[in-house]
């Protein structure tokens, strides 16, 4: 037979999964960027290589925050006004 946890009581809050998560995503970028500068001290055109493919992520998660942070969050906010005045009538 396998032992078994006791039951933790709560789960974590989301401030505190948020803070991991980000954690981790400083961690991450920390160690591309090292990576990043080893690679440009080797490879002396890597740095425009590097700048390009930067930029490229950039706009695209530029866009991704346009389209669906602004633009669907405002359609949704108009889709539920929509159905509070339905049950309004």
Not at 25 to 44: D, E, H, K, R
Not at 50 to 57: D, K, Q, R
């Amino acid at each position: 037979m396998t032992p078994r946890l006791p039951p933790s009581g709560r789960r974590p809050d989301a401030s505190r999964r948020n803070a991991a998560t980000c954690l981790a995503m400083v961690g991450l970028m920390g160690i591309s960027g090292g990576l990043m500068f080893v690679a440009s001290l080797v490879l002396p055109q890597f740095i425009s290589l590097a700048f390009i493919v930067l930029l490229s992520i950039g706009m695209f998660f530029a866009v991704h925050y346009v389209t669906w942070g602004r633009w669907l969050m405002r359609a949704r906010r108009e889709e539920q006004e929509i159905e509070d005045d339905a049950w309004v009538d």
